[in-house]
């Protein structure tokens, strides 16, 4: 009878250090979501842009995009107001011209890719 019981514990032992050992190397914690958006404007266009983040009418310098560069630039998605409804503005240095997107609705871990072309009217952009 003590022999029963002795085997059983040990396959009990067994049993739970199997289950532990299994349980460490499978479970691996979930990937954060991502609380960013990122920007990334390209210029074509022959004068140096200043860009601009407008949420709720407030207009928030992101940076400056020198002629045939880009410019990265990510931003909390929870800084982007409530609705997440923006725009972007580039103005160009040393020029009266300027030029505004539609209104975005962005969520977090998208790309708002912009390119301004050479005439800054024609300029395109995208969500992904």
Same mark, same amino acid.
């Given at each position: 009878m003590?022999?029963?019981?002795?085997?059983?514990s040990?396959?009990?032992?067994?049993?739970?250090?199997?289950?532990?050992g299994r349980?460490?190397?499978?479970?691996?914690?979930?990937?954060?979501?991502?609380?960013?958006?990122?920007?990334e404007?390209e210029?074509?266009?022959?004068?140096?842009?200043?860009?601009?983040?407008?949420?709720?009418?407030?207009?928030l %310098? &992101?940076? *400056?995009?020198?002629?045939?560069?880009?410019?990265?630039?990510?931003?909390? /998605?929870?800084?982007?107001?409530?609705? !997440?409804?923006?725009?972007?503005?580039?103005?160009?240095i040393?020029s009266?011209? %300027? &030029?505004? *997107?539609?209104?975005?609705?962005?969520?977090?871990?998208?790309?708002?890719? /912009?390119?301004?072309t050479?005439?800054? !009217?024609?300029?395109n952009?995208?969500?992904y």
């Open positions: 003590a022999d029963l019981s002795r085997r059983g040990l396959t009990l032992l067994a049993l739970l250090a199997a289950c532990a349980g460490r190397g499978a479970a691996t914690a979930p990937e954060p979501e991502p609380m960013t958006v990122a920007f404007i210029n074509q266009s022959s004068l140096d842009c200043a860009i601009y983040l407008v949420v709720d009418r407030i207009s %310098r &992101v940076g *400056t995009v020198s002629t045939n560069a880009t410019l990265t630039v990510e931003k909390d /998605w929870r800084q982007l107001g409530r609705g !997440r409804h923006l725009r972007l503005r580039a103005e160009a040393g009266a011209t %300027r &030029v505004v *997107t539609d209104e975005l609705q962005v969520q977090p871990g998208q790309l708002v890719r /912009w390119t301004l050479p005439d800054l !009217r024609m300029s952009w995208g969500v």
